[in-house]
């Protein structure tokens, strides 16, 4: 598989869509300020930071792997796949959930 090269629009578009991405997030973090405290939003932005290092260095570690022995990968895959899954999903729910009770305190506190 071969990549084609991004133009610099491409790159301008990519970098704006994802900055826009991140403006739910900027959002949750800064009403979790609001309702519980500053300490309560930086610990949680910094829960953020290293869940996506974690999957960052997975998906590198997974891609490494699949280069030298595919069927290894998919087993690993296979393996780990919905254990993880499973986490990851109850730490965005979790994230979710306390997210939209901050915002809800804040609207019910502020009004």
């Known amino acids: 598989m071969t990549l084609?090269?991004?133009?610099r629009l491409g790159w301008?578009?990519?970098?704006t869509f994802w900055a826009i991405?991140?403006?739910p997030t900027l959002g949750v973090f800064v009403a979790l300020g609001f309702a519980f405290g500053p300490a309560v939003a930086i610990a949680g932005f910094v829960l953020g930071l290293l869940s996506l290092a974690y999957a960052y260095r997975r998906g590198m570690k997974l891609r490494r792997v699949m280069k030298e022995d595919p069927a290894a990968a998919f087993r690993s895959m296979d393996k780990s796949a919905i254990r993880e899954?499973?986490?990851?999903?109850?730490?965005?729910?979790?994230?979710?959930?306390?997210?939209v009770v901050a915002i809800v305190a804040i609207f019910a506190t502020h009004t």
């Open 4 to 7: 084609k090269p991004q133009t």
């Open 12 to 15: 301008v578009a990519r970098i």
């Open 21 to 23: 991405s991140l403006v």
């Open 85 to 99: 899954g499973k986490l990851l999903a109850g730490i965005a729910f979790v994230t979710i959930g306390v997210g």
